[in-house]
């Protein structure tokens, strides 16, 4: 069988060629859209991340600001933070890097941006709208696993998607998402008994575990779609994803590589998010 892969980085240009473009329309009407990270601490690899966010989002004519706060910042001064920002109408996406210092609590940060420039999708107001689908803010990565399905064709009505991983930010939107496109969902996680019995099934198999080589062939029926969303730094400064990808060559039908798989959508939809933000507010 000859497997094709799946590459983010090809479909994220494209997408994000289109983004430009819709983001001089809206420069025709004088809104910029403009998107404001949060970043508190210094998690290096956290840092990487809002700078390829800020980056990507500059190329293509967003604005974006980042507000580096220090680790001992209060949460009380963070939420005020966040009030300005969804009082100012400037700002159409807010985004506050995860995670957070132990003494914040994560749940009121982010039930304290307002839905409507919750680019993340990590509201519960956006998070309860993706799970009874209605127009949302849905996650970047997961919405970004859709594009790509659909980018290279991938048949989702029907089949049998198995999902590994149960996280808010990837596992549980992913399994809607197809859910709402009429696949079957199944939802394996750490105490799932028998977990490659499951695997085997899948026509579509999600990874979204973090754990480096989990998933050879004996692990997958043949011809499956597989998709890899891990990303773990080996001390040799490689990163790999879940899924041995080699190994799966020729077995399946579709594959993401690891990188320029998964990760180069999520970015992509952030941005996306950002300019659905701007259009909506204005
Ligand atoms: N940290 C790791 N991934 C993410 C993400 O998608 N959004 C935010 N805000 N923080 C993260």
């Not at 879940?242 to 690891?258: C, E, K, M, Q, R």
């Amino acid at each position: 069988m000859n497997t094709k892969v799946m590459y983010g980085s090809t479909v994220a240009r494209h997408i994000r060629t289109d983004l430009e473009g819709t983001v001089l329309k809206l420069k025709e009407k004088e809104i910029t859209p403009k998107l404001t990270v949060i970043i508190i601490g210094d998690n290096p690899a956290s840092e990487t991340y809002v700078r390829m966010k800020k980056k990507a989002a500059e190329k293509i004519g967003i604005q974006s600001t980042i507000l580096e706060l220090p680790s001992d910042t209060t949460e009380q001064y963070l939420l005020s933070i966040i009030q300005d920002l969804n009082q100012d109408l400037s700002t159409h996406g807010i985004l506050v890097q995860l995670p957070l210092p132990d003494h914040i609590n994560e749940k009121k940060v982010l039930d304290a941006v307002s839905p409507d420039k919750d680019v993340d999708g990590f509201h519960p107001i956006n998070v309860g709208r993706l799970s009874i689908s209605q127009e949302a803010f849905y996650p970047c990565t997961p919405l970004g696993i859709m594009k790509l399905l659909d980018f290279y064709g991938v048949q989702m009505k029907r089949k049998h998607v198995v999902v590994i991983g149960r996280s808010n930010i990837v596992g549980k939107p992913i399994g809607q998402m197809l859910l709402n496109e009429d696949a079957t969902v199944t939802y394996c996680h750490s105490k799932t008994e028998d977990l490659f019995e499951y695997t085997k099934q899948a026509d579509i198999l999600i990874v979204a575990v973090g754990k480096a080589h989990l998933i050879t062939k004996e692990a997958v029926k043949k011809g499956a779609v597989v998709v890899d969303v891990g990303n773990t730094f080996l001390d040799s400064g490689k990163v790999v994803g879940d899924v041995v990808f080699d190994n799966l060559l020729g077995h399946a039908s579709h594959i993401t590589p690891v990188p320029k798989g998964v990760g180069p959508m999520t970015i992509t939809m952030l941005l996306y998010n950002t300019i659905e933000a701007a259009k909506r507010l204005g």
